[in-house]
């Protein structure tokens, strides 16, 4: 059949509508759905072509262990089938891992020149050790790639190797790159005009070496072109290799790189060693940011947060470890909508700021019962989303006293409980009528998966309370980066 059924309501969606909806579907569902007539079928090829990657490597166990004239056959049948099928892939993840041989650069190079990899959209690399013509043929062919939109580079590395790629051979500059992901790879020139996104992962201190690019040439960026971005994931190897200046020096080049950041909208700082004077910098530094994220937060001062108030457009805040108490005493943010804090002790006192959150997470503590109380009872009217991680010695009273408290916050849908040990303890729970949706994440040896039956009734309009063991509710807890809560 070489149409959909006169009847079938596909016919009168256009495709646009149609890929949409594919969007929702895993890759089993839309080989179903392209089996049924040519014309689904030929949007689901270009959804597939668009939606999934296209994987060039050899199967194996191991890595370093097989020729790269294998794995530039692979790329060579990648070629021939690429000319021959009507999908257009924009999406290819070449992995060129191979054991050095005298002809692995002529290999190497072959590939890159594939005319393959000039129409690629998105574009992810893993590399074995650059040497420099390797690094030389790869700043070539991203050169040349005009349609390039998101690159991302690995160096397979083993722990215990310390020859990382440091690169003064490979360039990447590219007109039409947005995202740039850096796996242990550190190019010597980055030049991407249109660039919005750069992730850095590896032992390198990067905020020393780019800041002193700055400390010494001023506005000019010789090396990194990095003043425009707005979005920057920063990940540092626990063994991170120290700065070679000295500590003052490599202070104050970190200093040098967040102040020339001004377009920065978004901040992961995934890695130990945010002080006092880091988070002051960034504050000062980088005022248009929306999004703050932190792996640990290392403040002295508890009212170190206080320089946050600069930050009048950040929209969410995400802490997972202070390795102190904090407070946000005195911590002005009129725009802030979440506000995601897991391993954190916060003290909180009466505060005024928080009037336009609606996803809060915290961790709480069996001494902040009236504190938290408080809280409740004060300023969170906007507040929809709320995430209570439970400390397991909390007395049943504490419990009774949340839950009375829960009742103030009259804009509250979605309540998420963890590490419960009974749910015996909703028993004291008070209605929630706002409440749409309740799940329970139930601490280890906890007694039991029935819900009381008085339950259901305190919360009428919770179609379904969600129990879940601890792994579970891990799935569903944090999108890649960190960064966000999802929809539970």
């Not at 707005?230 to 000295?246: M, Y």
């Not at 802490?319 to 909180?348: G, H, M, T």
């Not at 300023?379 to 007395?395: A, G, Q």
């Not at 008070?430 to 139930?442: A, D, E, I, S, W």
Request: glycine share 2%; proline share 5%.
């Amino acid at each position: 059949m070489d149409s959909c059924d006169a009847g079938s309501p596909f016919d009168k969606l256009p495709p646009e509508l149609i890929c949409t909806i594919c969007d929702y579907l895993d890759l089993e569902a839309l080989k179903a759905l392209s089996l049924t007539c040519h014309r689904l079928e030929q949007i689901c090829a270009n959804q597939c072509a668009h939606r999934f990657f296209l994987c060039i490597r050899e199967n194996r166990l191991a890595y370093y262990n097989y020729q790269l004239g294998t794995i530039a056959e692979k790329v060579e049948e990648a070629a021939i089938l690429l000319k021959t099928t009507k999908r257009r892939y924009r999406r290819v993840h070449l992995d060129v891992q191979y054991e050095p041989e005298a002809d692995s650069i002529e290999h190497m190079q072959a590939i890159l020149d594939k005319q393959l990899l000039q129409q690629l959209a998105v574009l992810k690399l893993d590399l074995p050790a650059l040497s420099g013509n390797l690094a030389v043929h790869l700043s070539d062919a991203v050169a040349k790639m005009d349609c390039l939109l998101e690159l991302d580079i690995c160096y397979r590395h083993q722990l215990t190797n310390v020859n990382l790629p440091l690169s003064s051979d490979l360039n990447l500059i590219n007109r039409s790159l947005h995202n740039l992901s850096l796996d242990y790879v550190w190019p010597a020139r980055i030049d991407c005009p249109n660039m919005q996104s750069l992730a850095v992962k590896g032992p390198f201190d990067i905020e020393a070496i780019v800041g002193k690019q700055y400390a010494l040439h001023g506005v000019r960026e010789p090396y990194w072109k990095l003043k425009h971005i707005k979005e920057l994931v920063i990940t540092k190897h626990l063994q991170s290799n120290p700065f070679p200046d000295s500590s003052a020096l490599a202070a104050s080049y970190r200093v040098q790189f967040y102040r020339q950041l001004k377009h920065l909208k978004k901040l992961y700082y995934n890695f130990n060693g945010a002080s006092d004077w880091i988070l002051q910098t960034i504050c000062e530094s980088c005022v248009q940011l929306e999004l703050l994220y932190f792996l640990m937060l290392e403040v002295e001062d508890r009212n170190s947060l206080r320089f946050l108030s600069n930050l009048t457009n950040l929209r969410e805040l995400n802490i997972l470890i202070a390795r102190n108490v904090i407070s946000f005493a005195d911590v002005r943010l009129p725009n802030l909508k979440r506000l995601l804090l897991d391993f954190v002790e916060i003290y909180w006192p009466p505060v005024e700021g928080f009037d336009s959150i609606e996803w809060l997470k915290i961790k709480a503590f069996p001494w902040q019962e009236k504190q938290i109380c408080d809280l409740f009872a004060g300023p969170l009217n906007r507040l929809r989303f709320l995430w209570i991680k439970l400390s397991i010695d909390l007395e049943l009273s504490w419990y009774r006293n949340i839950f009375a408290a829960l009742t103030k916050l009259p804009a509250l849908k979605t309540l998420v409980l963890h590490n419960m040990p009974s749910l015996n303890h909703l028993n004291v729970m008070k209605p929630l009528l706002q409440l749409t949706k309740l799940t329970v994440q139930l601490s280890f040896g906890s007694d039991g998966t029935t819900v009381p039956v008085e339950v259901p009734i305190l919360v009428p309009n919770v179609e379904r309370i969600k129990i879940c063991a601890d792994k579970e509710l891990e799935k569903v807890r944090w999108n890649k980066n960190v960064a966000s809560v999802p929809k539970i």
